[in-house]
């Protein structure tokens, strides 16, 4: 990245926390709910030291990992079948987009009902919300595989499992990576809705928990730290295997 892009970012924030400042000098909002800066770097300051915090993000990365891999798992194994069986598609395909775009904050009360307030719920949630993207991005990696790649393999006797395993999953491997990113960003989100409402461990439950205790420097660092971490990963992880794969492919220079 160009240093240039570096200092435009910093600057960025500098204007906002000038911004931020200001308000909070302007008297408008009271301290209790609108804290400056310094107060809510105080805060993360005391939850990073006294472990609260730490523990808060180990529990949620741990939430996060496991129902990622099963969102991953099971949206492939859905997208696989509604991307190479026609009867699948037609039937159950039309309801995908629909279970999509149900926001992750109403799977909530029906983890709840059926597995309780605990960690469970949570990953529940989570594997919910990153499930259906991920399945949409792999029927539509599937489907976008040139036909000329299926005919060439055809002629030279491919068929059958070779052929989906030699020509359409390399083939369709740049679009399977945009929808692993996208089932990040989902489960990302999903994840807090489900720790916000859960009684266990996490940022989530952490934020409601200050939220209940009137401590709004330590609700602002928590939306702060979502944030950072959710454009941190997507930036440094997701990202770059997106386009080193894009690039490796030839859809990107």
Known sequence: MKPSI??????????????????YMSGYFPAIQFPPPTKVFQALVEGFADGTLVGALLASFKHL????????????????????SRQADETAGMYLIAMQSIPSIVWVPLAI???????????????LGGTFVMALNVRTAIHSVPPEFIKAARTMGAKGLPLFFK??????????????????????????????????????????FAMDFAQMELVIGIIIIVGVIGSVVDQLVFSKLEKKV????????
């Open 246 to 253: 894009m690039r490796r492919w030839g859809l990107l220079k």
């Open 65 to 84: 990992l496991i129902g990622l891999a099963l969102a991953i798992t099971l949206g492939t194994l859905i997208g696989v079948l509604l991307g190479k």
């Open 6 to 23: 570096w200092v435009k970012r910093i600057a960025f924030i500098i204007v906002l926390l000038a911004i931020w400042q200001g308000v």
């Open 167 to 208: 020509v359409e999953v390399p083939a369709s491997l740049p679009y399977y990576m945009s929808g692993i990113r996208l089932a990040w960003a989902f489960s990302w989100r999903a994840l807090m809705a489900g720790e916000l409402l859960s009684n266990g461990p996490g940022l989530g439950y952490s934020l409601r």
């Open 113 to 127: 009902m059926l597995i309780g307030l605990n960690e469970t719920a949570v990953i529940f949630v989570v594997v």
